[in-house]
């Protein structure tokens, strides 16, 4: 069927709808938590968060999405601040930074290099001035760039509902596409990542066609604790792109832990991050395809992986 | 005056908001609804058509301006969101009668062919400059990575972005808009 035209919906040559101007909605500007929590009760799932808009207005003009409301909750002052160091052994990133301040944060280059690298590959100077790292998580595009990452490192996120505040793994946050445990009623705060021990390395790899503007095709992230030339004391491994939620692929961990790093334990975690890979088909690569990206995209990091 | 789009919400359209803008130094009150972008207020409400509307998604920076000094694709912002911003747009860049020196040099280089993109391109290189005042010819082009020439002329645009960033790093001129009167750059190329 194709959509029906008007001077504000046009059927784009996908065949997609596309609005001009979007459909009307009441917005609201929260000051506080409570606040966009009481707003988000009242809409009972009928009203979006608004952070920088790059993700939901995007979505509103595609018609895929059509809330009643918007709560806008930029200017909720303990959901922003700056990008800091607690109690010495954690980088708390409020979900409102922006990813241009994630790409530039000296704290991030210096400590947790990886975040830094990882927003800065993601869409173009303008969206990054305004999309949010909260915003990049709570709507859960399976290939959200900043999920492997933040997994591989053990991050945990605080959800605040209405019945307080929670700390949630990040690797138990996402639940399917643009599906997290926050669902419509609950507000992402802070994002917490332990800073790794010396001797750990972390690293991202991302598949595109196009360097600017694309969406990945695949992505992979690793993360190895050793000591010097020691076995391998800790891994994580984490896949964009190939399944409906960011995915930890325990089996390629544990094929590496208690292992040297050498060439066998690498095929050994590329092949089983291979086989729990669960891709679509879709426009920017057959399942199979993205299926032997990752085995490549693993077995290269790892390869990099140690000092 | 457009109408929210006459269909089945027609009932209980949102009221129309105060909306107190800074647009290119100069204080603007409009109204508009909360599905109003901040590019239908540019174009269609204060008529600075200079920061043009290309595939309205938020892929190809033809609509760039500055919000508050940093690049953003004017049709994402909602222009209830943008309430109290300063927003500085490709009209708002030469002053005195002096093309700002990325205008200048996009002239001088010969970085235009359609022109479309042109707008989008000199803004989002003001927000590159205020950055890195320096950038080498990859920095140039992640730079502008947001921003699509479909006549692909981003050769001469990167050139061009080289020229003014070392005749303002020359002193002959400064970067970002307000601040004091831009003069030429170097002279005319052929």
């Known amino acids: 069927m194709?959509?029906?035209?008007?001077?504000?919906?046009?059927?784009?040559?996908?065949?997609?709808?596309?609005?001009?101007?979007?459909?009307?909605?009441?917005?609201?500007?929260?000051?506080?938590?409570?606040?966009?929590?009481?707003?988000?009760?009242?809409?009972?799932?009928?009203?979006?968060?608004?952070?920088?808009?790059?993700?939901?207005?995007?979505?509103?003009?595609?018609?895929?999405?059509?809330?009643?409301?918007?709560?806008d909750i930029k200017r909720v002052a303990a959901l922003g601040g700056p990008i800091r160091l607690v109690g010495g052994s954690r980088v708390a990133i409020p979900p409102l930074a922006k990813l241009?301040?994630?790409?530039?944060?000296?704290?991030?280059?210096?400590?947790?290099?990886?975040?830094?690298?990882?927003?800065?590959?993601?869409?173009?100077p303008q969206v990054r001035n305004r999309a949010t790292i909260g915003g990049n998580l709570a709507n859960a595009a399976p290939s959200a760039d900043m999920a492997p990452?933040?997994?591989?490192?053990?991050?945990?996120?605080?959800?605040?509902?209405?019945?307080?505040?929670?700390?949630?793994?990040?690797?138990?946050?996402?639940?399917?596409?643009?599906?997290?445990?926050?669902?419509?009623?609950?507000?992402?705060?802070?994002?917490?990542?332990?800073?790794?021990?010396?001797?750990?390395?972390?690293?991202?790899?991302?598949?595109?066609?196009?360097?600017?503007?694309?969406?990945?095709?695949?992505?992979?992230?690793?993360?190895?604790?050793?000591?010097?030339r020691g076995p391998i004391l800790r891994a994580r491994i984490v896949l964009g792109a190939v399944a409906p939620i960011p995915l930890r692929v325990r089996e390629a961990e544990r094929a590496l832990e208690g292992a040297d790093g050498g060439a066998l334990a690498i095929a050994a975690a590329s092949g089983a991050a291979a086989d729990a890979a669960r891709p679509i088909d879709d426009v920017r690569g057959s399942a199979d395809y993205r299926r032997e990206i990752v085995r490549v995209l693993v077995r290269r990091a790892l390869e990099e992986a140690p000092a | 005056m457009r109408r929210a789009d006459g269909e089945r919400r027609a009932a209980r359209v949102p009221a129309e908001r105060p909306v107190t803008l800074i647009v290119n130094g100069v204080r603007?009150?409009?109204?508009?609804?909360?599905?109003?972008?901040?590019?239908d207020v540019l174009r269609d409400t204060l008529g600075l058509t200079g920061t043009n509307r290309g595939c309205n998604q938020g892929d190809c920076g033809?609509?760039?301006?500055?919000?508050?000094?940093?690049?953003?694709?004017?049709?994402?912002?909602?222009?209830?969101?943008?309430?109290?911003?300063?927003?500085?747009?490709?009209?708002?860049?030469?002053?005195?009668?002096?093309?700002?020196?990325?205008?200048?040099?996009?002239v001088d280089e010969g970085a235009v062919q359609c022109g479309y993109c042109t707008p989008g391109m000199i803004v989002q290189a003001v927000d590159l400059l205020r950055r890195n005042p320096e950038p080498d010819?990859?920095?140039?082009?992640?730079?502008?990575?947001?921003?699509?020439?479909?006549?692909?002329?981003?050769?001469?645009?990167?050139?061009?972005?080289?020229?003014?960033?070392?005749?303002?790093k020359a002193g002959t001129a400064r970067p970002g808009p307000g601040r004091k009167p831009a003069t030429t750059t170097t002279g005319r190329k052929k």
């Open chain 2, 137 to 168: 010819e990859q920095a140039i082009r992640i730079g502008i990575e947001g921003n699509l020439c479909r006549c692909t002329g981003y050769a001469k645009i990167v050139k061009a972005i080289a020229a003014a960033a070392r005749g303002m």
């Open chain 2, 28 to 39: 603007r009150l409009v109204h508009a609804p909360p599905n109003r972008t901040l590019l």
């Open chain 1, 149 to 228: 990452p933040l997994i591989a490192l053990g991050a945990s996120v605080r959800v605040h509902s209405r019945r307080g505040v929670a700390t949630v793994p990040l690797d138990e946050f996402f639940l399917g596409p643009g599906e997290t445990v926050l669902g419509r009623s609950k507000v992402l705060g802070a994002i917490l990542v332990p800073l790794p021990p010396r001797g750990a390395r972390a690293i991202y790899r991302t598949h595109t066609v196009r360097e600017a503007m694309d969406i990945s095709i695949a992505s992979v992230a690793i993360y190895v604790e050793r000591r010097g």
């Open chain 1, 100 to 124: 241009a301040d994630v790409a530039s944060s000296a704290l991030l280059r210096r400590k947790l290099p990886v975040l830094a690298e990882a927003a800065s590959l993601m869409a173009s």
């Open chain 1, 2 to 71: 194709r959509p029906a035209r008007s001077p504000s919906s046009i059927g784009s040559p996908c065949g997609r709808v596309f609005r001009a101007t979007l459909r009307p909605f009441e917005y609201h500007g929260a000051r506080t938590v409570a606040e966009a929590l009481a707003l988000l009760a009242r809409y009972r799932g009928r009203a979006d968060l608004l952070a920088g808009g790059t993700d939901v207005v995007v979505r509103m003009k595609l018609d895929r999405e059509r809330p009643e409301a918007l709560v």
């Open chain 2, 62 to 106: 033809a609509c760039t301006v500055l919000l508050d000094g940093a690049s953003v694709n004017a049709c994402l912002v909602l222009a209830v969101d943008a309430d109290g911003s300063d927003v500085t747009t490709i009209e708002g860049l030469a002053e005195r009668g002096e093309l700002h020196p990325l205008q200048r040099a996009f």
